[in-house]
């Protein structure tokens, strides 16, 4: 059903706030004797630094310091690798620094930095920074890593990892199929694009020697233990406090070099330093680029028995932030929610001359996502089967979970044959009418998702001399003060979400009480639990279960002190509308309880929660539960002009108990938005000497709000077995859903009449793309 119409839903906490500008973020920070930071950036993609000449900028008047990567050096230890050694996904180490000493990598890399008065006053000390270069030969093309069974040294000097995941006996399957689809699938370099960019207010205080840095960022414990090992500081000497944060999608996530390097010019000055992202800035980053070229055996009823991928990743350069792992999820990710006996998935991560990595939605599980679903319709249209049929007949079914994939990811949990019966019910694909006009042709793509979430990365079986890795915990403090107020202190924080009304809602059904009766704490290193802030779909799944368990906590002993003024046994005392309740009593008020019961001890306490471990030592624990959502798109495709016009999404989502709906609708529609960008506008050019070719939103397109229609949203709840709650995750499902059926309905309204010379294989689909696939009068070719 469409949950909009669901009983029981709470609105998001303090929106009003947000949507009339009353909410304060982190630019609008004023800190009396507030300095502002600039970066001086590299324009060359591989260069020897010659000279660096910062007296310029020195001798401006409104310059209060320069610092350049030499005196850099001298406070700062080099950066340490977030989420892990990269030994963990099999890659090697490298160490890296804040500023570049001799060679830069990329252009953008940061190599002086900065303070003045004013923003603008660092900005022209900034520019009036010269530097030499001597240039080096770059790495832009990863195709050249494509096929290759032996790599030259110097190749091997760019590969980040490479994995292999394989089951089965893909060989000996291929010689057996009936049929085989050889097809190369790629997909374009995107990035995050969030309303607001990164930026930290850092402080230090010489007296006390403690550093506190607001950060519109995810994750603050992770950004304090940064600080504290880069800036050689106690972690105790540092707090890191989260305002309100404009969105965040992977990209404020701790490891890019500007958070020390803020820090340490507030050290140096003794004054606050401000740094706020230019969008260019924030548009160097990206991810998601991929080539995959793949084989797949099939049989005549459409039933695929063997997959082999070899695929390429571009990471950018190399970088300590998570962004580049996600190569490694990516292969580890097939073959989806398929049932595919025999597997042979070869990935290589490469170091390239652009803009490292940062992490995106979607962590890598979108482009499996497109080029398995890509891969279904190819071989429905060899055997002129349904697109839907064909999926039914490969989907896991429900008896097969817990599933373990090549790579040894487990899936919990799912029933994945309902997830798409319900969404073609709703959407009606077969309902869809005829074109508009002569030029126009209409087009319906369907789409399967799974994304694990909820922990690390690395998966595989445990041998010697592997690591073994788990989900990590989250902590919440609850606690009540004498009139019956509620504050819960968590370790997850919200990115803009509003994870904190499922928090609230979550505490106050606990307590008995209302959501406008609890306050939610979030992203303060001094106030609350450690925890993973804002990762991996974490927030209520994880978060909420340890807000739950601390919640009951004080729910027992408040029955405790309820059941000695009632008369009764605690087991009978119910918490509810703000007071308790026992058989044959009055009720007793919620505050003359709390006041009762704070005589009796502290109304607090801190809870840790851990999703529950596979049981299954032989393999390492990494995502314990997996969402999973299908997906209906309907397009317009103009052959005149190459314009795709979205008129329809529908999708259907299992991400476990639906906590909070209307977070959960949230969190899709903005999913399926970014989706629909990737598989049509979002596109991060680079040109052929490294520099950036998409650096405002004139080049950079995304999705406005007449691109898109009204979303349809259903809900299948399928629980998880591994959480306290049975929730599973919802920040990362629908990206690569949206973009894999808005790709298969561009490609079924090209093939409806008047079918292309190839079918769609890359993203995005930018009218030229489209264009190019349409051929000449008279041209017709079936693929």
């Not at 950004?223 to 880069?230: D, G, S, Y």
């Not at 595989?460 to 001399?465: K, P, Q, V």
């Not at 368990?549 to 509308?577: E, K, M």
Request: glycine share 8%; proline share 8%.
């Amino acid at each position: 059903m469409d949950t909009r119409t669901a009983p029981g839903r709470w609105p998001k906490r303090h929106a009003l706030e947000f949507a009339t500008g009353q909410a304060q973020f982190i630019d609008d920070m004023r800190a009396e004797g507030l300095l502002h930071m600039a970066v001086v950036r590299s324009t060359r993609a591989h260069a020897r630094i010659v000279s660096v000449d910062t007296s310029a900028a020195k001798a401006h008047p409104a310059v209060v310091r320069v610092l350049d990567a030499t005196e850099a050096a001298l406070h700062l230890d080099t950066l340490p690798y977030q989420f892990g050694e990269p030994e963990l996904l099999g890659a090697r180490h490298v160490a890296l620094q804040a500023l570049p000493t001799e060679t830069v990598r990329y252009v953008g890399e940061p190599i002086v930095v900065l303070a003045a008065e004013n923003p603008r006053a660092a900005r022209a000390a900034a520019a009036a920074v010269t530097v030499e270069y001597d240039d080096l030969p770059t790495v832009t093309d990863p195709r050249e890593y494509l096929g290759t069974p032996t790599l030259s040294a110097d190749q091997r000097d760019h590969l980040v990892t490479e994995n292999h995941f394989r089951s089965g006996d893909p060989e000996a399957a291929l010689r057996r199929a009936v049929h085989i689809l050889d097809a190369e699938f790629t997909v374009g370099r995107s990035t995050t694009a969030p309303l607001e960019t990164r930026g930290y207010v850092a402080c230090w205080d010489d007296d006390t020697k403690r550093l506190t840095v607001h950060a519109a960022h995810q994750q603050p414990f992770q950004l304090r233990a940064e600080l504290a090992e880069v800036l050689r500081l106690p972690l105790d000497a540092i707090r890191v406090v989260v305002p309100n944060v404009g969105g965040s999608f992977g990209l404020k996530m701790t490891g890019p070099v500007e958070e020390p390097l803020v820090c340490l010019l507030s050290m140096l000055c003794g004054r606050p330093v401000k740094w706020i992202e230019s969008r260019a800035e924030c548009f160097l980053g990206g991810g998601r680029e991929q080539i995959h070229r793949v084989r797949v055996g099939f049989d005549d009823t459409g039933r695929v028995n063997v997959f082999t991928d070899d695929m390429v990743v571009p990471v950018g350069a190399r970088s300590v932030s998570p962004g580049w792992r996600q190569a490694y999820v990516s292969a580890a990710s097939f073959p989806g929610p398929y049932d595919i006996p025999h597997i042979d998935v070869r990935s290589r991560a490469v170091a390239t001359h652009v803009p490292p990595w940062h992490s995106c939605r979607g962590f890598g599980k979108e482009g499996p996502v497109f080029v398995m679903e890509r891969v279904m319709d190819l071989v429905a249209r060899r055997l002129r089967l349904g697109p839907a049929e064909v999926r039914r007949r490969n989907l896991l079914s429900t008896d097969a979970f817990p599933h373990r994939m090549p790579s040894g990811y487990q899936i919990d949990s799912g029933d994945y044959h309902a997830v798409l019966d319900q969404v073609l019910r709703i959407a009606d694909p077969a309902g869809t009418p005829g074109p508009a006009t002569s030029t126009v042709r209409r087009g319906v793509g369907i789409s399967f998702e799974i994304t694990p979430e909820g922990g690390g990365h690395a998966s595989g079986r445990l041998t010697e001399g592997v690591t073994p890795t788990t989900a990590a915990p989250e902590a919440a403090t609850v606690r009540v003060d004498r009139d019956g107020h509620v504050m819960v202190f968590s370790g997850v924080t919200n990115p803009g979400g509003g994870n904190d009304t499922a928090l609230a809602r979550l505490a106050a059904e606990t307590l008995g009480t209302t959501p406008a009766n609890v306050a939610v704490i979030q992203g303060d290193t001094d106030l609350c639990p450690p925890g993973t802030g804002n990762a991996s779909s974490r927030g209520v799944a994880v978060g909420g279960a340890a807000v739950v368990l601390a919640a009951t906590d004080v729910a027992d002993a408040l029955r405790r002190t309820a059941a000695t003024v009632l008369g009764c046994a605690p087991q009978d005392v119910a918490l509810a509308d703000d007071a308790a309740h026992a058989p044959g009593c009055n009720p007793l008020p919620l505050p003359q309880l709390c006041a009762r019961a704070a005589n009796d001890g502290d109304l607090s306490s801190t809870r840790s929660y851990h999703p529950t471990p596979v049981d299954d030592s032989a393999y390492r624990y990494s995502y314990p539960y997996f969402s999973s959502g299908a997906y209906v798109a309907e397009v317009d495709v103009d052959t005149a002009t190459g314009v795709v016009k979205v008129r329809a999404v529908t999708a259907v989502h299992d991400c476990g108990r639906v906590v909070e709906p209307v977070l959960v609708e949230g969190q899709l529609q903005g999913a399926i938005a970014m989706g629909v960008g990737l598989a049509l506008f979002e596109d991060s050019r680079f040109d052929t000497d490294g520099s950036p070719a998409a650096p405002t939103f004139k080049e950079y397109m995304v999705p406005r709000a007449n691109d898109l229609p009204d979303f349809v949203i259903g809900h299948h709840e399928t629980r998880s077995p591994h959480t306290l709650l049975g929730a599973k995750g919802a920040g990362e499902a629908g990206v690569g859903g949206a973009l894999a059926a808005v790709a298969n309905a561009v490609d079924d309204a090209l093939h409806r009449q008047g079918a292309p010379l190839a079918a769609v294989t890359s993203v995005p689909l930018a009218p030229p793309t489209v264009l190019a696939m349409i051929p000449e009068r008279g041209s017709r070719s079936d693929t």
